[in-house]
């Protein structure tokens, strides 16, 4: 069945780096999603990719997908501490309604 | 509009008890699903469905009976609780599916519990 791996598990960034999480399938998407879950929260959608290198952008927030639609990442610019919580990607195959969300990288910021 | 609503927030079973998660959603998605976060494994799909009267199993269904009478509600069924099934459990849903698949909304999540 379908995978989907992120990396890394943790990050523990200074506030004011960048971070970077990538997503990778072991079969072509036909889209992926990104979530943002705050520590003891649910997860809360961010973004949506559907076009083979496409690249969008929310503020410090930059996606990525990969040109042959098995890959992405969300780079992070300059982090705040409102930053924290966990990333998942979340990938979905042609012809099939599952969504297969990855491992997660858990984001922490040392003030 | 509540969004996504889910009861109870925590919940303690002993082994072999059963329990209804209950879930309902009040801006009529025909897309509704349950998933289970335990550490370091993410969010993993026990069922899922695509309008009322439809269910279909995902990742992890063993354990698990879901039902879809109404496009609101979409109740989780454990039959006979084991350890294994201690967990943080997610009811979501969205408006469309495949290639024009939008943003899931999640619900506040079930801590479950089983000793």
């Known amino acids: 069945g379908q995978q989907v791996m992120q990396i890394p598990q943790y990050q523990h960034v200074q506030e004011g780096e960048d971070f970077t999480t990538y997503c990778n399938s072991s079969t072509t998407l036909s889209n992926i999603q990104w979530y943002k879950q705050r520590p003891g929260g649910h997860p809360v959608f961010l973004i949506q990719l559907v076009k083979s290198g496409e690249v969008k952008k929310q503020k410090r927030l930059t996606f990525q997908f990969g040109e042959a639609k098995k890959n992405s990442s969300l780079h992070i610019t300059a982090t705040q501490t409102t930053d924290v919580g966990t990333y998942f990607c979340?990938?979905?195959?042609?012809?099939?309604?599952?969504?297969?969300f990855g491992t997660g990288t858990r984001l922490t910021i040392i003030p | 509009n509540a969004g996504v609503t889910q009861t109870p927030k925590f919940q303690v079973l002993k082994t072999g008890q059963s329990m209804t998660l209950q879930c309902a959603q009040d801006?009529?998605?025909?897309?509704m699903s349950w998933y289970r976060q335990d550490p370091g494994m993410g969010l993993r799909l026990i069922h899922y469905?695509?309008?009322?009267?439809?269910?279909d199993q995902g990742e992890v269904p063993n354990g698990y009976n879901v039902s879809r009478s109404t496009t609101e509600d979409f109740p989780l069924r454990l039959l006979s609780a084991a350890p294994s099934q201690t967990s943080v459990y997610f009811c979501a849903s969205t408006n469309a599916g495949g290639v024009l698949s939008y943003e899931q909304y999640f619900g506040p999540g079930t801590r479950l519990t089983v000793t």
């Open positions: 801006m009529n998605h025909e897309y």
């Open positions: 979340a990938g979905r195959g042609f012809g099939n309604e599952k969504l297969t």
């Open positions: 469905s695509v309008g009322a009267g439809i269910t």
